[in-house]
T-cell receptor
Framework: AQSVTQLDSQVPVFEEAPVELRCNYS??????LFWYVQYPNQGLQLLLK??????LVKGINGFEAEFNKSQTSFHLRKPSVHISDTAEYFC????????????????FGAGTRLAVHP | EAGVAQSPRYKIIEKRQSVAFWCNPI?????LYWYQQILGQGPKLLIQ????????DSQLPKDRFSAERLKGVDSTLKIQPAKLEDSAVYLC????????????????FGSGTRLTVV
C-alpha cells in the first residue's frame, strides 16, 4: 500500500537553531511531493512542492526540502527557526492511481509538531 | 483571490443526529476534495470531484456519509446519522488543475469545520 511516514511526531527546538523534519514515502510509481503547514485552528498552507526538475526545492518562510528518489525521502529543513514557525507540518504525496483512471490522490502523513522555544 | 470558504466553523451535535457542511471553492477550480482530519492524525481523503462528477470516493463511509457538488461549484458533505468517531475537522480543498496529470497548481485548503459528536 502507498503510504507516507513522518518519522517524528514532535520536534522541539530552540529559536534560531536549524531544524529538519523527516518524511519518507513508499511508492513504485511517479509521485509528486508536498509539505504543508497548519497553524492552530487554521487550514493547511502550502510550504513547497516537488513536481520535477531540481531535487532541492525552496519554499516560503525560508523552508527548503530535498527529494531523494533512492531513499524515497523528502525531508524539510530550515537553517534558523523562529517562534512563529511553531505549528504542525504535514508531508503529502500525490499518487497517480491507474485503477481509478489515472486520477491523482493526495495522501498525507500523520504530521510533525514543531515546537520552537525561546 | 478569495480562498476556499467553509461553513460552519464549528458544530456540536448528538450522536445519531444529522449534520451538513458546505464548501465554496476558489472560482474556476475544477477539482474539489473533502478530507477528514481526526485529532492527532493527518487528513484523510473522503471524496474527490472533478467538476460535478465523483472521481474517487473509495474512503467515504457510504452508509452514513454523502456528498454532492452542485453544478460543479459549491459542495456539501452530509453525515446521517453521526457517530462519536466522526468527531474531526472536515477540510475542503480545491485545485485549478484537473484531477489527472501533473498537479502543477497544488491544492488550496479551507479553514475547516470542527465537528464534535457527543
Amino acid at each position: 500500500a502507498q503510504s507516507v511516514t513522518q518519522l517524528d511526531s514532535q520536534v522541539p527546538v530552540f529559536e534560531e537553531a536549524p531544524v529538519e523534519l523527516r518524511c519518507n514515502y513508499s511508492s513504485s510509481v511517479s509521485v509528486y511531493l508536498f509539505w504543508y503547514v497548519q497553524y492552530p485552528n487554521q487550514g493547511l498552507q502550502l510550504l513547497l512542492k516537488y513536481l520535477s526538475g531540481s531535487t532541492l526545492v525552496k519554499g516560503i518562510n525560508g523552508f527548503e526540502a530535498e527529494f531523494n528518489k533512492s531513499q524515497t525521502s523528502f525531508h524539510l529543513r530550515k537553517p534558523s527557526v523562529h517562534i512563529s514557525d511553531t505549528a504542525e507540518y504535514f508531508c503529502a504525496v500525490t499518487l497517480q492511481l491507474m485503477f481509478s483512471g489515472g486520477y491523482n490522490k493526495l495522501i498525507f502523513g500523520a504530521g510533525t509538531r514543531l515546537a520552537v522555544h525561546p | 483571490e478569495a480562498g476556499v470558504a467553509q461553513s460552519p466553523r464549528y458544530k456540536i451535535i448528538e450522536k445519531r443526529q444529522s449534520v451538513a457542511f458546505w464548501c465554496n471553492p476558489i472560482s474556476g477550480h475544477a477539482t474539489l476534495y473533502w478530507y477528514q482530519q481526526i485529532l492527532g492524525q493527518g487528513p484523510k481523503l473522503l471524496i474527490q470531484f472533478q467538476n460535478n462528477g465523483v472521481v474517487d470516493d473509495s474512503q467515504l463511509p457510504k452508509d452514513r456519509f454523502s456528498a454532492e457538488r452542485l453544478k460543479g461549484v459549491d459542495s456539501t458533505l452530509k453525515i446521517q446519522p453521526a457517530k462519536l468517531e466522526d468527531s474531526a475537522v472536515y477540510l475542503c480543498a480545491s485545485s485549478l488543475g484537473r484531477a489527472t496529470g501533473i498537479p502543477n497548481y497544488g491544492y488550496t485548503f479551507g479553514s475547516g469545520t470542527r465537528l464534535t459528536v457527543v
